[in-house]
C-alpha cells in the first residue's frame, strides 16, 4: 500500500483503521510539526516518530499500550526509594534540559527505544513550542542542584501522552512517574498513553488495548480541552510527595 503524504497546509490525517501492521502503525508522512498539527494529532491518538533525515511520520499502533493512573504498580524496591527520599521533584521547571536529556542515547527509558534518535532538533524546537502552548510538559527529579531523571509528554484534556523519559540515578525516572501518576489522579485524569509495549512499563502497570477502545476514551476525555488556555493544575512547580505520604501508600 502507498503510504499517504499530507500536505502541509491542511491539517488532516486518514482514518487510523489504514494505518498498516507491518510496521504497526505506520499511517502517513509529511504534514509538519506545527502546534495545531500536533494537537490534531494527539485527539486522534496519533503521534510523530522519525530519524534525523527523513520525513515527518506519523503513527497509530494497535494494540496501544496505556497506563490506568489507579493501577499504577509501585514495585517493592520503587517503594523503598519513595520512602527513603534525598531528592526533589518539581514540574515545568526545566522543559528543555528534561528533552535535551532524553534526547541522548542511553539505557533505561520507558517510553520510548534505548537509543532515542528519534528526538531529533525539529521534534525538540516542536515540543518546547507545545511546551510554550501550555499543552507538554516536564517532570524533574533533582539530588540537590543536579537533575538526575524526568519525563516530558503532552497533556489534553484528562489524558497525558507520555513521550520520552531518562535516568542519571537508580529509579530516577521511575521517580518521575511515580509523583506524577499521584497528582494525575487527583486531577482526575483517566489515562496515560504509553505508545507501544515494553517491559519496563509493563512493569509499572501499563496494559495493552485495541486501537478502537483507546481512540474512544481519548475521544471522550480531549474534547473538550481548550486549545488555547492553559492547563491551570500544570503551573504548579513542586510536587515532591514526602516519606509520610509514601509511607501511608499500600499500593
Known amino acids: 500500500m502507498k503510504l499517504p503524504w499530507l500536505d502541509p497546509s491542511t491539517v488532516e490525517f486518514p482514518d487510523t483503521c489504514h494505518a498498516l501492521s507491518e510496521p504497526n502503525g505506520l499511517l502517513a508522512a509529511g ?4 502546534v495545531p498539527w500536533l494537537l490534531a494529532a494527539y485527539r486522534q491518538g496519533i503521534f510523530p516518530w522519525f530519524n534525523e533525515g527523513d520525513p515527518i511520520l506519523w503513527w497509530s ?18 517503594r523503598k526509594a519513595l520512602k527513603k527520599g534525598g531528592f526533589t521533584v518539581t514540574i515545568n521547571h526545566k522543559f528543555q534540559d528534561v528533552i535535551t536529556a532524553c534526547a541522548k542515547p542511553r539505557r533505561g527509558s520507558l517510553f520510548d527505544d534505548e537509543s532515542a534518535t528519534w528526538i531529533t532538533s525539529s521534534m525538540t524546537e516542536s515540543y518546547l513550542a507545545l511546551h510554550q502552548a501550555g499543552f507538554s510538559h516536564s517532570v524533574e527529579v533533582w539530588q540537590g542542584d543536579k537533575l538526575c531523571g524526568g519525563l516530558y509528554g503532552v497533556a489534553i484534556g484528562r489524558v497525558f501522552f507520555g513521550e520520552s523519559m531518562f535516568s542519571q540515578m537508580t529509579n530516577g525516572s521511575k521517580i518521575a512517574i511515580a509523583h506524577l501518576v499521584e497528582h494525575l489522579k487527583q486531577w482526575q485524569y483517566k489515562l496515560i498513553d504509553c505508545q507501544v509495549h515494553n517491559d519496563h512499563l509493563n512493569s509499572l502497570g501499563a496494559i495493552e488495548i485495541d486501537r478502537l477502545s483507546f481512540e474512544r476514551i481519548i475521544e471522550k476525555y480531549t474534547e473538550q480541552a481548550d486549545s488555547v488556555s492553559l492547563q491551570p493544575e500544570w503551573n504548579i512547580q513542586d510536587i515532591t510527595l514526602d516519606k509520610d505520604y509514601w509511607l501511608s501508600k499500600n499500593t
Open 61 to 78: 499502533p494497535s494494540p496501544r499500550m496505556v497506563i490506568y493512573p489507579h493501577q499504577l504498580h509501585i514495585s517493592r524496591s520503587l
Open 31 to 34: 504534514g509538519d510539526l506545527s
